[in-house]
């Protein structure tokens, strides 16, 4: 009686670590199909072009707009070259040119628009926005204060330091003239023709 007895806890001992080592086993699997399973946390990192287009909607998906830094954009300024787009979504007339921009920077060949939202930095004046009415100075108009001031959208074409081009809108006459009435199909041709003209000196 008593060896059978030892016999049925040898077994009951037996059969338990079976059981423990099944139930590792599945946990393990389990684990490992629910990791599989899981679906993947969306990449944050959209591109620019993505992103650019969802705050400027008019703009083609493949557009060259590319977010550039304060230095990069100051940099450029100083002695680099490419197209430099200054503005903020919230401004119409923006949200309209970003498109002609674009079409005659792809046109062109030209793989950058470098584009700075500088809506904070003027509000506050800050050193930046200083920094960038200093290199536009002589193409600035004055607020009513008489101080340069850049009004958006401000479009330079850069070469090696120099500006070679600015975007400058046509005179209508009508100070509460809105986009849609200013941008007629004869105004996009003549902007597009004068935008390709400075780009293709960038080539």
Same mark, same amino acid.
């Given at each position: 009686m008593k060896k059978r007895f030892g016999m049925n806890k040898k077994l009951i001992a037996i059969i338990s670590v079976i059981i423990i080592l099944c139930g590792a086993v599945a946990g393990l699997w389990?684990?490992? +199909? =629910?990791?599989?399973?899981q679906p993947k946390t969306p990449s944050t990192n959209v591109s620019d072009a993505a992103k650019f287009k969802s705050e400027y909607p008019r703009v083609a998906a493949n557009n060259r707009f590319v977010y550039a830094s304060d230095k990069e954009i100051l940099d450029i300024f100083d002695n680099?070259?490419?197209?430099?787009?200054?503005?903020f979504p919230q401004?119409?007339?923006? +949200? =309209?040119?970003?498109e002609h921009v674009d079409r005659a920077a792809r046109a062109e060949g030209v793989d950058k628009i470098y584009y700075l939202n500088i809506r904070d930095a003027r509000a506050s004046n800050n050193e930046v926005y200083q920094k960038l009415v200093k290199k536009l100075e002589p193409y600035l108009e004055k607020d009513k204060n008489g101080n340069p001031r850049i009004f958006v959208p401000d479009v330079s074409i850069v070469k090696n330091g120099k500006i070679i081009g600015r975007y400058k809108e046509e005179s209508t006459g009508d100070d509460n003239i809105t986009p849609d009435k200013y941008w007629t199909n004869e105004r996009i041709e003549r902007t597009l023709s004068q935008l390709c003209g400075f780009m293709s000196q960038l080539k």
């Open positions: 389990y684990n490992r +199909q =629910h990791s599989v399973e680099g070259s490419g197209v430099i787009f200054l503005g401004c119409p007339w923006c +949200q =309209h040119l970003s």
